[in-house]
């Protein structure tokens, strides 16, 4: 493989085209390049919204907290009158 570009290589500069050819490699590999970081930013942030989804979704789920209190309880949910007396 690596004699096939150095046979086309020393071709292209033989016939005065050697500038044109490396342009469009350039061209070619930077696009390349550019298409994977593309799809790389996209793929970050779909995955990055879908576990913020999964997240908001499982926060209305009952969980015991430290002390056995669950979300429910606690000084937050006091009567506003006391019939003690």
Known sequence: MAWLILILVLLAAAL???GVVL???AVIVLTIL???AVLAAIAWYSIRARFRRWE???QGTSRV?????TPTTGPAHLPSH????
């Open 16 to 18: 005065g085209v050697l």
């Open 23 to 25: 342009k469009a490699a």
């Open 34 to 36: 550019l298409t994977v």
């Open 56 to 58: 908001r979704g499982t």
């Open 65 to 69: 907290w430290i002390g056995g209190r």
């Open 82 to 85: 006391d019939d003690r007396y």
